[in-house]
Each structure stands twice: as structure tokens, then as C-alpha cells.
């Protein structure tokens, strides 16, 4: 894919969200008009799309991987300040106001890999992917779930009086990013691993950062249950999850609440309550569900004499949706760092976190300290 054809794509995707906001605005008219617009310049790419295929057919040389690392040549080639008007044509610009460039694919996937080397909450929860800035999803509420209905049976209709209900959640994708200063000499060092540098700096922000979005929002508009003991907690894993969504659950809390549970033997057995997934070594279980720690500063315990441990369990894949645009976007700046002979690099990430069923998880406080 070209230039031309990612710059129409993206016009295609911003001519889309600017008629979902007509939408939610009630403006069904404009809305229509602006479909109407997206469906003409759709034609348009699928014709030059195929157009441009055609053509690299009969051109011998041309092909994605050739493409890729044009792409990415000139990514690094515009981050070092040596973009020429061709370098700049290969490029595929934000269409945010004041947008950097939009990281290639090649090297998104790399900062993703840098990612995966720390304690993410993201591979914890539901994922949703979208190319628009804002939308809505429906889910059908748990407490009102219903039966498929036999519509081959003569006659048969929709009881109104068991209709499901169904719940909407509005995402409004906002933009995360850091500003990194950088010495021009490694900038200009054309052997140095400049996507390493910037991308594990970002990868550990870009975490943090997802991880405290996840958490505050599990914790947003409910009550958190006291749990006394690793009894009352597993009482309350199975009385208060639905045993439909159960069978899924996962447990996380942080490193005192993981440090009281690892430590609590069943008063029974005096075997230790937690034990190990013999496919997975890192990992230990609870009542068979995979207990995941996070650190006392992503997971900040409570109380002075008394603590209290966040504990928080359930089909969070269902009851957490993140709401992910899939790309990265970086620009430089020598202004800023003029005199320090810097550069600045500025790296964002677009997102939203919202719980998409309160009903799918428990966010409890478990006692690891009990007052005098």
C-alpha cells in the first residue's frame, strides 16, 4: 500500500468517527450525508487499491517486504531529522491536530514485544480494537441472560416479558504519551538501536500507565467487600461470582496480599492454600484460579494498623473491555533542547478503559494486618 492509499484510509477512518459524533448528537441527517460520503471514498480506495496492485504485478522488484523496509528507513530516517521529500512522501502522517507520524507496523510490533517483557493488566482484560476515536459497545447484562429461543417450533414468538436487556458503555479514546530527551550524538549514530532506546523507555511508561488506567477503573463506582480471611475469600468467590463466568475467573492483588495468601495454610490439610500450576511455575492458584501480583505501588494497600489488601477476582476479559487504536505515533523536536544539544522525542499511545459488565468481578479488601 501506498502513500496515497494509507492517506486515504486514514481520511476514511476520521470521515467515520466525525459520523459517529453526528450520531451520538442526535444530528441523524448530517450523519447520513457523511455515510453516504464514506461509502464514495471507499469505492474510491477499493479501485485504487486495486489499481496500485495491479501495477506492482507488472513491476518486478516490488513487493511488501521491500515496502516495509522503505517504510521503516524512513520512519527512523524523519526521527533523526534527515527527512527529504521523498523520505517525508513514504510516510504516513496522524490526522490529529499538531500529529507526529504514525509508527510503522514493523517497529509497533517490536515496541509491543518490549511491552510484554513487563507486569501487564492488559493481558488480564478484554480487548477492542477500533479505529475510531470514540463509539459505543452493548453487551447483554448477565442478571437478565436468557435462553436461545426454539424458532423452528410452530408459532413460536418472542416473550416480551423475557426480552434481554441490553446495556450500553460509550468509549472515548484519549491520548497517552511522554516527551524523552535524547543527546543528538546518539541520534545521529546511525548504528545505534534507536528503536531499542526509545522503545524500551516508552514500552515501561506505556505499562504503568495502561495498568493504572485498569485498576482505577475496576475500582470506580463500587464498594470494595471486606474480606476477613482466605476463607471469607473463598466464600465470596463462590457465592459472589455467577458460576457461569467463574469457571473463567482470575484473582489479582498486590505484593501483600499475594505475601498473605502465600503464607496461609489450610487449617484442615495444613497444606499451603496456594499452589503451584504445574504447567506454568511462575504461576500459583487459589481454589484452581490463577492468582496474578502486582506491585504495592500499582496496587497501593490501605490502613495503618489494620491493612487491608486489594483482592480483586473474576471473568475480567468480560468485564473489562480495553479500548485499543493499534498504533504509536512519535515526532522530534530540537527546539526545546537546543542549548543541551537534545532532542526531544515525543511517543503516544491512544486508548480508553472501561467496565463493560460490573457484574463480571468482585473488587474486594482482604485483611493481611489485623489491628491491636
Not at 58 to 66: C, E, L, M, S, V
Not at 202 to 208: I, L
Not at 226 to 252: Q, T, V
Amino acid at each position: 500500500m501506498n502513500k496515497e492509499l494509507r492517506e486515504l484510509l486514514a481520511r476514511i477512518n476520521a470521515k467515520k468517527e466525525s459520523g459517529l459524533q453526528l450520531v451520538n448528537e442526535k444530528k441523524l441527517d448530517e450523519a447520513e450525508k457523511v455515510a453516504s460520503e464514506v461509502k464514495d471514498m471507499e469505492r474510491e480506495f477499493e479501485i485504487k487499491l486495486q489499481l496500485f496492485e495491479d501495477e506492482k504485478k507488472q513491476i518486478p522488484g516490488i513487493n511488501d517486504d521491500a515496502q516495509k523496509m522503505d517504510e521503516v528507513k524512513a520512519f527512523m530516517a524523519a526521527l533523526r531529522g534527515k527527512a527529504t521529500p521523498e523520505i517525508l512522501d513514504a510516510l504516513v502522517t496522524s490526522t490529529d491536530a499538531d500529529g507526529g507520524y504514525l509508527v510503522p507496523k514493523d517497529i509497533t510490533t517490536r515496541i509491543n514485544e518490549l511491552k510484554r517483557q513487563y507486569k501487564s493488566a492488559k493481558d488480564l482484560v478484554g480487548i477492542y480494537p477500533t479505529s475510531t476515536k470514540s463509539g459505543t459497545l452493548v453487551y447483554e447484562d448477565l442478571s437478565t441472560l436468557t435462553d436461545l429461543v426454539d424458532f423452528d417450533e410452530s408459532g413460536t414468538d418472542l416473550d416480551s416479558s423475557s426480552q434481554p436487556k441490553f446495556a450500553s458503555k460509550t468509549y472515548a479514546v484519549k491520548n497517552y504519551g511522554a516527551v524523552l530527551p535524547i543527546s543528538n550524538v546518539l541520534l545521529q549514530d546511525e548504528q545505534a538501536d534507536l528503536v531499542g532506546y526509545v522503545g524500551g523507555w516508552f514500552a515501561r511508561k506505556a505499562v504503568r500507565t495502561e495498568n493504572t488506567k485498569i485498576f482505577a477503573a475496576l475500582k470506580a463506582g463500587v464498594s470494595a467487600t471486606a474480606i476477613a480471611d482466605y476463607k471469607a475469600l473463598k466464600k465470596s468467590i463462590n457465592i459472589g461470582l455467577d458460576p457461569l463466568i467463574a469457571e473463567n475467573a482470575i484473582i489479582i492483588t498486590n505484593q501483600d496480599g499475594f505475601d498473605y495468601l502465600d503464607s496461609e495454610l489450610d487449617a484442615t490439610s495444613g497444606r499451603p492454600i496456594l499452589q503451584p500450576d504445574p504447567t506454568n511455575p511462575t504461576v500459583k492458584k487459589f481454589m484452581g484460579k490463577p492468582v496474578y501480583v502486582f506491585s504495592n505501588a500499582e496496587l497501593p494497600t490501605t490502613g495503618t494498623t489494620t491493612k487491608k489488601a486489594p483482592i480483586i477476582f473474576g471473568a475480567l476479559t468480560e468485564a473489562v473491555k480495553f479500548v485499543d487504536r493499534g498504533v504509536y505515533e512519535m515526532v522530534t523536536s530540537t527546539e526545546a533542547g537546543f542549548t543541551k544539544n537534545q532532542t526531544f522525542v515525543r511517543c503516544i499511545e491512544r486508548f480508553d478503559v472501561l467496565v463493560a459488565d460490573a457484574g463480571a468481578y468482585v473488587y474486594g479488601e482482604i485483611t493481611t494486618v489485623a489491628g491491636a
